[in-house]
């Protein structure tokens, strides 16, 4: 039986200049290399936890380590927070279903997007929201082609969001910047092999099952961990099929296979997918368990908790904030960036993350 993989789960975060002080008196260490620091660390060991002071974390301990203090690899997108824009062209979106399923319609939302700031949109043309039915590969294509097509050019880059191999290729053949798959790789078994020949950043989102069994499978032992270790192990299949980790992104699926109160608990404990070594997606936006723990029923209404729900991401250098709303999340993004001055160059967009280190001898 394999050994499970061992993590370091940052406990007791800093920010601005108490996390640059405290790194520099040695008493914290940096949050993937970024302006946040963490005084205590809870090492997970198969079963076992032990909680120690940050600088006291074992020797034998240092690639994790070196791992949850590192920088994440910049996937080759622009560095510091982006915000990416969700942009459904569908007809059956939990969201805005139907609200973009023309073309028309979608490209000219996808242009107000980029006008409020979004760096990214994300075209998708199949619902992956609870108990939906798959969609044929053609199908998915001749809705988001041409959104693709009508928004090359505008100023923004270019994800789709699609779990079938022949779609990405179309898709990167006219021009995406960025495949997302919900399924990690595990849905179609040449999406893998095809990706290995490209040079595109992919985003690998923890799911179980599919979209029409996931909810039966929200069984845990501990979210946090079991989220880390399983997306841990898709990242690992992509890089034994050719992608380089430094294409890879991770996203811990809010609302996918989980429960409300384990959506809380793994937004609460997001610092753990340091142990990834990957930059973060986090996507909250107008997700049920927002609706449930507010009594807010339309999903349209939640994007004041969906702000809420997205910021601790920022605690992560490099975090894609995926929204439907991204007007009222870049307003968030810079009163966020306001009151963690000494933080600001690491999730102002555009601008690369200084580590503490760095910081710290200047």
Not at 253 to 269: H, P, V, Y
């Amino acid at each position: 039986m394999t050994a499970l993989p061992r993590l370091i789960e940052p406990v007791g975060l800093l920010h601005g200049e108490a996390a640059h002080e405290a790194v520099g008196a040695g008493v914290a260490l940096p949050l993937m290399g970024g302006p946040v620091a963490f005084l205590r660390a809870t090492l997970i060991d198969g079963d076992t936890r032990r909680s120690v002071a940050a600088p006291d974390i074992p020797a034998d301990w240092r690639p994790e380590r070196e791992r949850v203090t590192g920088g994440p690899p910049d996937a080759t997108l622009p560095p510091g927070a982006l915000v990416m824009g969700i942009l459904n062209a569908t007809p059956d979106s939990f969201s805005n279903g139907g609200q973009h399923a023309q073309a028309d319609d979608a490209i000219a939302a996808g242009r107000r997007m980029l006008a409020a700031g979004a760096t990214i949109l994300d075209i998708g043309g199949e619902s992956t929201r609870p108990g939906a039915q798959p969609l044929p590969p053609g199908e998915e294509w001749r809705r988001v082609g041409p959104v693709i097509a009508g928004l090359r050019g505008a100023g923004g880059l270019i994800s789709v969001d699609t779990r079938h191999a022949e779609v990405m290729a179309r898709a990167l053949e006219a021009g995406a910047d960025v495949i997302n798959d919900v399924s990690a790789l595990a849905h179609d078994p040449d999406a893998a092999p095809m990706l290995a020949r490209h040079t595109t950043p992919v985003i690998l989102m923890h799911m179980r099952g599919t979209p029409e069994t996931m909810n039966a499978l929200a069984v845990y032992d501990d979210v946090a961990v079991d989220v880390v270790r399983e997306l841990g192990a898709r990242v690992a299949i992509a890089e034994d099929a050719g992608i380089a980790r430094d294409r890879i992104l991770v996203d811990p699926g809010f609302g996918f296979a989980k429960d409300a109160a384990q959506n809380i608990t793994l937004l609460r404990r997001l610092p753990i997918l340091a142990n990834l070594g990957c930059r973060v997606l986090v996507g909250t936006s107008r997700k049920r368990f927002i609706g449930q723990i507010t009594g807010v029923a339309r999903a349209d209404d939640r994007d004041p908790g969906t702000l809420a729900a997205t910021l601790p991401g920022l605690d992560l250098p490099g975090a894609l904030l995926r929204v439907h709303a991204v007007e009222p999340m870049i307003q968030a993004l810079r009163v966020w960036q306001a009151l963690h001055p000494s933080g600001r160059q690491a999730t102002k967009q555009g601008v690369s993350p200084p580590s503490l280190q760095d910081r710290s001898t200047s």
